[in-house]
């Protein structure tokens, strides 16, 4: 594989100095030499100019995922182009672009190298990732160059496949110590034993993760589809899970690094913690069979994302589009909002 290749007034400059050199040979010596070389000098570019631009008019461009989509880096990305011609292509480029609605851009990265004729020209690239997220990989134009380097075509495309790293932890010490402290084994416990107050606040379908014991079955024969009752106990232990998608900027992170005397890195991870813990949390009471209330803050909608778990289906839907929400630079936004909001119903599991 070859670097970026040069611009072609470089080639150009090249090509008119040998020219000029060529035709004050031809004029000084007059020889048929000379004047062969000349010929081949104005024929050879036009010649070149149209091969490569029949050549690469006609290729196509394809590109797709293939691996793993999960936390172990295992996924790759295939460019393919196909050249159905005859003849090859001396230098053909295209720029990767990799971004993430929570983190930004990366750096784009140019590519070039020689397409063979009549052939796919397959090109693997693995992709590393070391937060969660989705990430957007792009190809928006690809060009070339014809065999002398002196014009270059281009060609605007839309080439895009999403990358979804999820994450694959256990809950912190300090969240399941939450979790503790905030009520799960008493509710466990109360409802091992069958312990609910008669009060019921509230009467709704079934849904999936629900407990047996919780069906209202008089209801559920006069109405002939299963019913739920809510009841105080459930309401008031209800667990909330609220994401704080807080991520200082890449410019105070800086700061924060050079201010640790470049040894602390975790300034740059705290979102991607934040994620983990909240993915983590949520999967031990989903194991525990209890539902909950899944929530972050959008700043552009100035409004929360709510959802219902039952499951781990719910989770990752939930979790795949938090993460197409752009992240903030205030700490802890979602939860001041919470607060003057008067949403402070249940247990609130707070991660940031």
Not at 134 to 144: D, H, M, R
Not at 268 to 275: R, T
Request: include cysteine; hydrophobic fraction near 40%; glycine fraction near 6%.
């Amino acid at each position: 594989m070859l670097n970026a290749l040069n611009a072609p007034s470089y080639a150009g400059f090249c090509y008119a100095a040998f020219l000029v050199t060529v035709l004050i040979l031809a004029a000084f010596y007059l020889q048929t030499f000379f004047y062969l070389i000349l010929v081949l000098m104005i024929g050879f570019p036009i010649i070149s100019y149209n091969l490569s631009k029949y050549v690469f008019e006609r290729l196509e461009v394809k590109l797709k995922l293939t691996g793993d989509e999960s936390r172990d880096r295992s996924s790759f990305i295939i460019v393919e182009t196909v050249n159905q011609s005859f003849i090859p292509l001396a230098s053909y480029e295209f720029t990767l672009n990799v971004s993430s609605s929570l983190y930004g851009g990366q750096k784009p990265v140019t590519y070039s190298f020689m397409l063979k004729a009549r052939d796919n020209n397959t090109m693997k690239f693995p992709l590393q990732f070391d937060k969660n997220g989705i990430y957007e990989v792009k190809i928006t134009s690809f060009g070339a160059y014809d065999f002398f380097h002196i014009f270059k075509f281009h060609r605007d495309i839309e080439l895009v496949e999403n990358i979804t790293v999820l994450p694959d932890c256990e809950p912190s010490d300090r969240l399941k110590d939450s979790m503790l402290t905030e009520g799960f084994d008493e509710f466990e416990e109360n409802e091992k034993k069958g312990i609910v107050t008669g009060n019921v606040t509230d009467v709704r379908e079934y849904r999936p993760g629900d407990r047996l014991s919780r069906i209202h079955w008089k209801l559920t024969e006069k109405m002939d589809k299963l019913m739920v009752k809510e009841n105080e106990a459930t309401a008031s232990n209800r667990f909330v899970i609220l994401l704080e998608l807080y991520q200082p900027s890449l410019e105070k992170c800086n700061e924060m690094y050079e201010a640790g005397g470049l040894g602390d890195e975790s300034s740059f991870f705290i979102l991607d913690k934040a994620i983990e813990e909240a993915w983590a949390v949520s999967m031990e009471l989903i194991n525990a069979g209890q539902s909950f209330q899944f929530m972050y803050y959008s700043k552009t909608k100035d409004d929360f994302d709510i959802h219902d778990i039952n499951d781990k289906a719910g989770l990752t839907e939930a979790m795949t589009k938090a993460f197409y929400t752009p992240a903030y630079d205030t700490p802890d936004l979602a939860l001041s909002v919470y607060e003057r909001a008067g949403m402070n119903k249940g247990t609130l599991i707070h991660v940031n």
